[in-house]
């Protein structure tokens, strides 16, 4: 697929995502989605295995389309990410995940993670720094409860990443490896960067308990995290026995199906109400 950032495909083809909808189509909707307001966050609850604790949370972007429903990344980031729109979507993530931090915090909840996802366009865009200092100075957040998440390949084919891992972390954010385990790992990387978290993608969780190399894999993460003194949460935690595998290998930081799954801001809000954790 052209990843140039021009719209040089063949409009006439259809989207094997987008259910029939024409690329160009397609990308001129995102465009006007943005504008519109049609795009929202759901909050993916993190927890802490020990205290049961909601102790983060992951803001994932859902396009509420005005026929087609609520639809998940998958139909509509690609496209995104192809045409270039992701950095304006991104920005919007960020701005938008930043500012319902704020509002919990107004409303007196304790203050928690949120975590947001950044695409490789928008890190290789030579403006990041400044574009997200600007969301920082804007919204106020506390940058300490800010953490970016960026996966290994980022690292890897960006020209300049250490400077901008570097400059991130001055800013006070924390940066977790998405998907860990599933790119390139360049373990040198991690201490380099002062990676805060990796998360283990939900591909090695799903099959924990049927899998012997996945069980190992995520065993040898978890252990070697702990080693290097980086944090660590398991994606994708579905049912009992894969929190348990998780829990005996000391990983406790989980987020999963088994728990919550990601929810609207008014859900996420009455879940923490409920947790008494104002
Ligand atoms: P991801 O970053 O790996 O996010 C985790 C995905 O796994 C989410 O899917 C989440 O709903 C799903 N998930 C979490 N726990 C479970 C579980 O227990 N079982 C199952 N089956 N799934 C679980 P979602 O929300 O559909 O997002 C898919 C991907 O879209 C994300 O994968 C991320 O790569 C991308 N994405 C989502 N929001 C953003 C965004 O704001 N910006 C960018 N650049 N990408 C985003
Ligand atoms: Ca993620
Ligand atoms: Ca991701
Ligand atoms: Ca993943």
Redesign the pocket.
Same mark, same amino acid.
């Given at each position: 697929m052209k990843d140039d950032g021009k719209n040089n495909y063949n409009v006439f083809k259809p989207n094997p995502d987008g259910g029939g909808i024409e690329r160009l189509t397609l990308e001129n909707s995102i465009r006007k989605a943005l504008q519109l307001g049609e795009f929202e966050l759901h909050y993916?609850p993190q927890v802490d295995v020990l205290t049961g604790e909601v102790i983060g949370t992951? !803001?994932?972007?859902r396009w509420n389309h005005p026929t087609l429903g609520l639809l998940? &990344? !998958?139909k509509f980031?690609p496209i995104a990410e192809e045409t270039g729109l992701?950095v304006s979507l %991104?920005e919007w $993530?960020l701005r938008t995940a930043c500012l319902q931090h704020q509002v919990w915090r107004e409303k007196g909840f304790a203050p928690m993670r949120v975590s $947001?996802?950044?695409?490789s366009r928008q890190f290789s865009k030579h403006d990041l720094i400044e574009r997200i200092e600007e969301i920082l100075r804007e919204t106020r957040i506390d940058p300490r409860y800010l953490e970016l998440?960026i996966t290994e390949s980022m690292t890897m084919n960006v020209d300049g990443a250490i400077e901008v891992l570097g400059k991130l972390k001055e800013l006070g954010m924390q940066l977790c490896i *998405? *998907?860990f385990g599933t790119g390139y790992s360049n373990l040198y990387y991690l201490k380099l960067f002062s990676i805060d978290r990796l998360k283990i993608d939900?591909s090695f969780v799903r099959d924990i308990m049927t899998d012997t190399t996945d069980a190992d894999i995520v065993a040898t993460i978890i252990a070697m995290a702990h080693k290097l003194g980086i944090g660590v949460i398991a994606? %994708?935690?579905?049912d009992r026995d894969q929190l348990d595998f998780l829990h005996s290998h000391s990983c406790h930081e989980v987020?999963?199906?088994?728990y919550h799954? &990601?929810l609207p801001a008014a859900q996420f809000e009455r879940l923490l109400r409920k947790r008494g954790a104002m």
């Open positions: 993916q992951e !803001a994932l972007v998940p &990344p !998958a980031i992701i %991104g $993530v $947001v996802n950044l695409s998440e *998405d *998907d939900r994606e %994708g935690v579905e987020q999963g199906f088994y799954r &990601p």
